[in-house]
T-cell receptor
Framework: EAGVAQSPRYKIIEKRQSVAFWCNPI?????LYWYQQILGQGPKLLIQ????????DSQLPKDRFSAERLKGVDSTLKIQPAKLEDSAVYLC????????????FGPGTRLTVT | TQLLEQSPQFLSIQEGENLTVYCNSS?????LQWYRQEPGEGPVLLVT?????EVKKLKRLTFQFGDARKDSSLHITAAQPGDTGLYLC???????????FGPGTRLSVLP
C-alpha cells in the first residue's frame, strides 16, 4: 500500500514570495491533515479536512495560509506571502476514520524562507 | 489549550542501555499516543493508550499510561542504534478530538 505522498520535499524562497505544497493521501482515507513542525517542536495542526470539507482550521493563519481539497482526495497548502517565521517542515497526514485517530504521515516538505 | 511536556529534551546513550522518557500534562486525556520520527521523515505511530494504568508492550518498548491519565512513559530495554529518533507524545481530551503534540525527546543511541 502506497503511503502519503508530498511534494516538493524541499523549497527555499525569499520572504514575501508565495509557495504551494501538494499532498496525496492514502487511497480511501477520508480525513486529511496539514501540520507545521518548527525545528525543535512537535507538529502543530493547521487544518483538518473530512472529504472535501474543513473540520478544523482554528490554528490556520488565514491572512496568509490557505488550503483546499477540491475533490476530496489531493490537497494543496499555500502560503502567500511567506514570512521568515514560516520556515518549518509541513507535514501531511491522512486517516481512514477520524474516530480511530490512526494518522499516517507523509515525509514532509522542508520550507526555508530567507 | 492542553500543554504537553516531554523530558528529557535530549538523551544520548550507548547501545544496550535502558532508558525511560516521560510525557506530562496538567490535563486529563481520553487517549494518548506515542510516535517516533526519524530525520527527514514524518512521525510513525507506535501505540495508543486509552485506559488509566494501561501498559502496552511493543518488542523492547513498554508504554504506560498514568492512573490519572495525565502522564505517560516510554521505556526502552537494551536500546539499539535503530531506536535513534525523535519520540513524540500526543494527547486528546475527548474521543475523536484532534491530538496535540508535545515537543519530543530526541534520542541518540551510539553503537
Amino acid at each position: 500500500e502506497a503511503g502519503v505522498a508530498q511534494s516538493p520535499r524541499y523549497k527555499i524562497i525569499e520572504k514575501r514570495q508565495s509557495v504551494a505544497f501538494w499532498c496525496n493521501p492514502i487511497s480511501g482515507h477520508a480525513t486529511l491533515y496539514w501540520y507545521q513542525q518548527i525545528l525543535g517542536q512537535g507538529p502543530k495542526l493547521l487544518i483538518q479536512f473530512q472529504n472535501n470539507g474543513v473540520v478544523d482550521d482554528s490554528q490556520l493563519p488565514k491572512d496568509r495560509f490557505s488550503a483546499e481539497r477540491l475533490k476530496g482526495v489531493d490537497s494543496t497548502l499555500k502560503i502567500q506571502p511567506a514570512k521568515l517565521e514560516d520556515s518549518a517542515v509541513y507535514l501531511c497526514a491522512s486517516s481512514f476514520l477520524v474516530e480511530l485517530n490512526e494518522q499516517y504521515f507523509g515525509p514532509g516538505t522542508r520550507l526555508t524562507v530567507t | 489549550t492542553q500543554l504537553l511536556e516531554q523530558s528529557p529534551q535530549f538523551l544520548s546513550i550507548q547501545e544496550g542501555e535502558n532508558l525511560t522518557v516521560y510525557c506530562n500534562s496538567s490535563s486529563v486525556f481520553s487517549s494518548l499516543q506515542w510516535y517516533r520520527q526519524e530525520p527527514g521523515e514524518g512521525p510513525v505511530l507506535l501505540v495508543t493508550v486509552v485506559t488509566g494504568g494501561e501498559v502496552k508492550k511493543l518488542k523492547r518498548l513498554t508504554f504506560q499510561f498514568g492512573d490519572a491519565r495525565k502522564d505517560s512513559s516510554l521505556h526502552i530495554t537494551a536500546a539499539q542504534p535503530g531506536d535513534t529518533g525523535l519520540y513524540l507524545c500526543a494527547g486528546a481530551h475527548n474521543y475523536g478530538q484532534n491530538f496535540v503534540f508535545g515537543p519530543g525527546t530526541r534520542l541518540s543511541v551510539l553503537p
